[in-house]
């Protein structure tokens, strides 16, 4: 697959959720990383903790992004460990991430 880009593309904001590293990142239209955060995933907090701590860094990676007048992302994309249903954006028991059973990531 190759991939293609224009010029018209706007940026993106991509989240890597791993079994331990949250990786959230602003990319501009020709992929380079204009802002980037790591934080740990801490899965031991849980659910409910681990989808705080990715939006915490999300809203933080934005916020430096527009501080250093980017423009804001058109699209947010979410890399997550399996097995899970892309069509529904369902995270379903992954192995390092314990008590993730149907959790959506996506709206």
Same mark, same amino acid.
């Given at each position: 697959?190759?991939?293609?880009? &224009? +010029?018209?593309?706007?940026?993106?904001?991509?989240?890597?959720? !791993? !079994?331990?590293?949250?990786?959230? &990142? #602003? $990319? /501009?239209?020709?992929?380079?990383? &204009?802002?980037?955060?790591?934080?740990?995933?801490?899965?031991?907090?849980?659910?409910? /903790?681990?989808? +705080?701590r990715m939006i915490s860094t999300a809203? @933080?990676?934005? %916020?430096? &992004?527009? *501080? *250093? /007048?980017?423009? *804001?992302?058109?699209?947010? /994309?979410? %890399? @997550?460990?399996?097995?899970?249903?892309? =069509?529904?954006?369902?995270? #379903? =028991?992954?192995?390092? $991430?314990? !008590?993730?059973?149907?959790?959506? $990531? *996506? #709206?």
């Amino acid at each position: 697959m190759e991939l293609v880009l &224009a +010029e018209d593309r706007a940026p993106v904001l991509a989240i890597d959720l !791993g !079994g331990t590293l949250i990786r959230v &990142a #602003h $990319l /501009g239209p020709d992929l380079t990383v &204009a802002h980037r955060e790591v934080i740990p995933t801490m899965p031991t907090v849980g659910v409910e /903790g681990v989808l +705080e701590r990715m939006i915490s860094t999300a809203r @933080s990676v934005l %916020a430096a &992004a527009e *501080a *250093a /007048g980017l423009p *804001a992302p058109a699209a947010v /994309g979410v %890399a @997550s460990p399996g097995p899970l249903d892309p =069509q529904r954006g369902v995270v #379903h =028991q992954p192995p390092n $991430l314990p !008590g993730w059973d149907e959790v959506p $990531l *996506a #709206h």
